[in-house]
């Protein structure tokens, strides 16, 4: 598309993204000039739109970034009081005690939050700084200068037919230009990706790992509701198919949040993820808190579960990867906001002193160091092996084994070391010949629900004009290799029913309806023949997530 002729708009800092990596970064970038030109570019129709988190935020990265937010009324109102943590069975759950737990386990101090509100605040008290935030503005394209450095993105191009062509209402959008560029785009960013790959930043590093977590929101019985209690749950009904868990947390105006992730590195094709969350609720403890309430939102997106030994390089000429686009989230503790704010700051903070230096265009090095040696690395280096030891010896033994790991980290050594992933989770999949379909319950349409029906509560809109934005790198595959090899994993994996087997007079066909996409970017992580990649869609597209 280079011959199309667009507008360029000149700024210090072009920021991708507002999310809590971006919006930190811009921020603090005013903090220390305020006459830093910089603007954030969000895909969502509105800032939040496209945030999923838990969350139980620690304010420590928030407590850096703006000391005084309780007094500028930061959506920070549920105050944990409560910590659960439960193994469970398919009839019962035993509890397990928190004091055998390291410290860094305790949610004293933290907070239940819906991180689209947190992102919706921190946008406003950086509008008021003067920054400029343009939401439904999907960044398509990366920029590169005449050395191979990265200059800027282009924005807001609107109106191509669906076979790529402009269409009649075609704009082009605007090219913005940066001294550097950040990419704050969340996990599994498209051109966080490009970037990974075109300057090799895996290099030496381990597999990144993912998760898909799915969520939704709840109106309880106010007798049930306990406002600031977390449970967190693993065992059943995953057992030894996949590694993940549960949360619960209650926020709020009689509001819970009902979570479920599964670790993407799972084998058995047939295992069915959304099905697993549905199954799920119906455990008598879950089911009982939920009985008589109603879900008002539904919505999934995938976690970087890699940790420190995956964190990619996080600079090239002239960008800079943030949060998620790294993968900062602290595994055993279900956070990674904390760190992508204190991220965002520490990018910021190396473009000041580079601008002021009159640099441009290179690598921002001490952000990199900041980040592995400050305190987003000492967070993540505790809990390093957590994973990969749940991965090679399943749920029982990485209770064990990582707790101690934990505990030793507290104390500055490790039994371990760094232990290895290994595969990547597309690799991980295995034949379907090794396995057995799984049988799931139907859902009762009261507690459990549908993928489409739930989909609907995500509010998702895609205008259906467009390019498909989940593309096939050969479209014959899904039918040719993924149905007989895998049964087609892509029908089961992505939350959102977006793939589907069609049985036609001319055999099965492979369909996408992209209009149902949620933007988790499973499908990107898990297809085992690595053959569809997600591209963002015209700005605004997608879901509409209200408080979560």
Not at 111 to 124: D, F, L, T
Request: aromatic share 8%; proline share 7%; hydrophobic share 35%.
């Amino acid at each position: 598309m280079s011959e199309i002729e667009r507008e360029a708009m000149e700024y210090d800092v072009v920021i991708v993204g507002a999310g809590p990596a971006g919006l930190s970064a811009a921020i603090r970038l005013k903090q220390l000039n305020p006459e830093r030109e910089v603007v954030v570019l969000e895909k969502g129709s509105e800032v939040g739109a496209h945030i999923l988190s838990g969350a139980v935020l620690d304010p420590c990265g928030l407590d850096a970034l703006i000391p005084d937010w309780k007094k500028k009324g930061a959506p920070l109102n549920t105050e944990v009081k409560e910590d659960n943590f439960y193994m469970l069975g398919e009839a019962g759950q035993i509890r397990i005690p928190n004091f055998p737990m390291p410290p860094l386990m305790n949610n004293h101090g933290n907070y239940i939050v819906s991180m689209g509100n947190v992102c919706r605040w921190m946008a406003e008290q950086a509008e008021e700084m003067g920054i400029e935030i343009f939401p439904g503005m999907a960044c398509s394209e990366l920029i590169y200068g005449e050395n191979g450095e990265v200059k800027g993105v282009v924005a807001g191009e609107f109106g191509k037919n669906a076979d790529g062509t402009p269409g009649p209402a075609y704009e082009p959008g605007m090219e913005l230009h940066g001294k550097y560029v950040f990419l704050s785009e969340g996990v599994r960013g498209s051109l966080s990706k490009e970037v990974i790959a075109k300057y090799n930043l895996s290099d030496g590093k381990e597999p990144q790992k993912f998760g898909v977590g799915m969520k939704e929101i709840w109106e309880v019985d106010p007798a049930k509701h306990k406002e600031g209690t977390v449970t967190h749950t693993m065992g059943w009904p995953l057992g030894s198919n996949a590694g993940g868990g549960s949360f619960v947390y209650h926020l709020e105006n009689n509001q819970v949040y009902v979570g479920f992730v599964v670790h993407l590195n799972y084998k058995n094709p047939y295992l069915f993820p959304y099905m697993e969350f549905q199954r799920f609720k119906h455990h008598p403890m879950i089911e009982e808190l939920l009985k008589g309430g109603k879900r008002v939102a539904y919505g999934a997106r995938a976690i970087s579960e890699g940790g420190y030994q995956s964190m990619p390089k996080m600079v090239a000429p002239g960008v800079a990867l943030l949060g998620c686009s790294v993968g900062m989230v602290n595994v055993p503790r279900i956070k990674g906001n904390h760190n992508a704010m204190l991220s965002g700051k520490a990018a910021a903070e190396a473009a000041h002193v580079a601008i002021e230096a009159d640099r441009a265009g290179d690598e921002l090095n001490d952000y990199e160091t900041e980040v592995r040696t400050g305190a987003i690395g000492k967070d993540l280096k505790k809990v390093r092996n957590v994973k990969p030891l749940w991965s090679k010896y399943g749920l029982l033994a990485s209770l064990t084994l990582g707790g101690m790991d934990m505990w030793t980290n507290t104390l500055g050594f490790s039994l371990f070391g760094t232990v290895k992933h290994g595969k990547t989770d597309a690799a991980a999949t295995e034949e379907a010949s090794k396995h057995k379909p799984i049988d799931y319950p139907k859902p009762d349409g009261k507690i459990s629900f549908d993928r489409l029906t739930n989909v609907s509560f995500s509010m998702t809109n895609h205008e259906e004009s467009q390019p498909v934005h989940l593309q096939l790198a050969d479209a014959t595959t899904p039918i040719s290799v993924n149905l007989p090899k895998y049964a087609e994993p892509a029908q089961r994996y992505c939350p959102a029913g977006v793939y589907e087997i069609v049985e036609n007079e001319n055999g099965p066909e492979f369909v996408i309806n992209f209009q149902n996409c949620v933007h988790c970017k499973t499908c990107d992580i898990k297809d085992p023949s690595q053959n569809i990649t997600w591209v963002t869609p015209q700005g605004g597209d997608g879901p509409n997530y209200p408080n979560m």
